[in-house]
T-cell receptor
Framework: DTEVTQTPKHLVMGMTNKKSLKCEQHMGHRAMYWYKQKAKKPPELMFVYSYEKLSINESVPSRFSPECPNSSLLNLHLHALQPEDSALYLC???????????????FGDGTRLSIL | AQSVTQLDSQVPVFEEAPVELRCNYSSSVSVYLFWYVQYPNQGLQLLLKYLSGSTLVKGINGFEAEFNKSQTSFHLRKPSVHISDTAEYFCAVGSARQLTFGSGTQLTVLP
């Protein structure tokens, strides 16, 4: 069982839809991350939140909008996505207050997103 | 700047045989090294980590890895694999600001 919970597990949406991905952790971690993973590729970092503030945005298109309502929750709001955005979206958390290199990250099982 | 190279994209091995998955890194600063495993339709699970101290690191599921600073390597080993070890394995290096992943190695254990 993973300690980082992501919902939904699967999502199919059209290019004009608006949807949200949710991530929750109760380990008291202060850093949370969104990654995008294409098939047979490593995860690519999208966003980092540290103490509920956005610390890193890896030049992600504005059709992806992250939100951190509190220290346990992380959302990713989706709007007007493109077919190439179809991927596995992973959430992770770590104890470190910033992206300390020595802090292992704990991953959820991801949301598999398909854009029609 | 840092980078991670996983030399083998696919490693087939028979059940109960030993396996080594190779990982080389480059970094201009102190490094922290990790191995993650990803089973089908799941997220990444931490197998083991090297932060400092003993260069031989033991992880979960019988895996271990050895940090070799002179060869800038962090190879993953298991003396006897099981069918259930079939998965994608990612080596990663951490430093301030980012966690850099290798391209992954698909380990397939054959009966």
């Amino acid at each position: 069982d993973t300690e980082v919970t992501q919902t939904p597990k699967h999502l199919v949406m059209g290019m004009t839809n608006k949807k949200s991905l949710k991530c929750e952790q109760h380990m008291g971690h202060r850093a949370m991350y969104w990654y995008k993973q294409k098939a047979k590729k490593p995860p690519e970092l999208m966003f980092v939140y540290s103490y509920e503030k956005l610390s890193i945005n890896e030049s992600v298109p504005s059709r992806f909008s992250p939100e951190c309502p509190n220290s346990s929750l992380l959302n990713l709001h989706l709007h007007a996505l493109q077919p190439e955005d179809s991927a596995l979206y992973l959430c992770a958390s770590s104890q470190g207050v910033f992206l300390d290199g020595n802090q292992p990250q704990h991953f959820g099982d991801g949301t598999r997103l398909s854009i029609l | 700047a840092q980078s991670v190279t996983q030399l083998d994209s696919q490693v087939p091995v028979f059940e109960e045989a030993p396996v080594e998955l190779r990982c080389n890194y480059s970094s201009s600063v102190s490094v922290y090294l990790f191995w993650y495993v990803q089973y089908p339709n799941q997220g990444l699970q931490l197998l083991l980590k090297y932060l400092s101290g003993s260069t031989l690191v033991k992880g979960i599921n019988g895996f271990e890895a050895e940090f070799n600073k002179s060869q800038t390597s962090f190879h993953l080993r298991k003396p006897s694999v099981h069918i259930s070890d079939t998965a994608e394995y990612f080596c990663a290096v951490g430093s301030a600001r980012q966690l850099t992943f290798g391209s992954g190695t698909q380990l397939t254990v054959l009966p």
